[in-house]
């Protein structure tokens, strides 16, 4: 009896020491800097936010969260590295909206569905179609006469093709019956610079532009929201003008697939922290971005509802690939 409890007390500790391994890459998490890519132009609006929510998330998780931009692709180098990082919490990536849309039109290196872990949301833009102040073009009428009395004429900038910022447009010209020339950019940035230096006649984008727009050289024609924007209160919407046109594409932070549930939770808790945080809410404000929260659950299955519904519009607009 006394040899049989002794065996089995053996068995007991080598099943606990089986499971230690398991358990302890959590518990220590995290230990060092954790990575935060951000697949836009450093200087644009969405490097500003993620900047806010790295430094915010850091102090929560106790460590330096750094946001390394890798711009281009219409936004998918991020999702690309994603796929090959190692799935222990220590690589992030904003994924945007593309990652829903553009598998439909091209050929990528990941698997929207599969090949991410959907940590948390926390916000989502505010997008609009400006041009410069001097432009003859003074509202969304103006543009559609211009348009179809000028097909392919009217030069728009935009943060990569399948974008949200090139979509929304390309619905709204569908609906309005008007042809326009798209041009695609890496970022924000580089697509301000433009349209201020009278490159291309207009841009849409987010609020990047909002600096220009409140200084009095660049004019906002319309939001893509489904309700104005707190900000630029006297601004119609594209929805409420009759185009049917609503988009604010949701993001946060996701990580690779195969993620331990702990160490999934720990990061959904720290950056959901940050929506608590007054810095992170100011620069929120300063983009007229809104909290736009959904847990991991809801996150993932917003993910798969979203693909879904972005095929049928990617469709519906003519663009999806052979």
């Avoid at 030069?155 to 910022?165: L, V």
């Amino acid at each position: 009896m006394i040899q049989r409890r002794h065996i089995l007390r053996l068995a007991g500790v080598g099943a606990a020491g089986i499971a230690i391994p398991s358990i302890a890459p959590a518990q220590s998490f995290p230990s060092r800097t954790i990575r935060y890519i951000c697949p836009w132009p450093a200087g644009g609006s969405t490097d500003v936010v993620m900047r806010a929510i790295a430094e915010s998330a850091g102090k929560a998780l106790g460590v330096s969260v750094i946001v390394d931009n890798k711009p281009g692709a219409g936004g998918m180098l991020g999702a690309n590295e994603l796929v090959n990082a190692r799935p222990d919490g220590y690589t992030l990536a904003q994924l945007p909206h593309g990652v829903f849309r553009i598998p439909h039109m091209q050929k990528v290196q990941f698997d929207t569905l599969k090949d991410f872990t959907w940590i948390a949301c926390l916000t989502g833009y505010t997008f609009g179609l400006v041009v410069p102040a001097n432009s003859p073009i003074k509202n969304i009428k103006d543009l559609v006469d211009f348009a179809k009395a000028n097909p392919d004429k009217f030069t728009y900038g935009h943060t990569g093709i399948g974008t949200s910022p090139h979509l929304a447009v390309e619905e709204f010209a569908q609906r309005a019956g008007i042809k326009l020339t798209n041009v695609p950019f890496k970022g924000n940035a580089d697509n301000m610079q433009a349209v201020l230096g009278g490159h291309i006649m207009g841009a849409s984008d987010a609020t990047g532009w909002g600096p220009h727009v409140d200084a009095g050289t660049l004019r906002l024609l319309a939001t893509y929201g489904s309700k104005r924007t707190k900000r630029w209160s006297q601004v119609p919407t594209l929805d409420e003008l009759g185009y049917q046109t609503v988009s604010d594409s949701p993001f946060g932070v996701c990580g690779p697939k195969g993620m331990d549930p702990a160490v999934t939770a720990r990061l959904h808790d720290a950056f959901k922290k940050t929506l608590d945080d007054p810095a992170v809410l100011g620069v929120f404000d300063k983009y007229d971005q809104s909290v736009i929260y959904m847990n991991t659950d809801t996150y993932s299955r917003f993910a798969r509802d979203t693909f879904a519904a972005e095929k049928a519009t990617i469709e519906r607009l003519g663009m999806a690939g052979k």
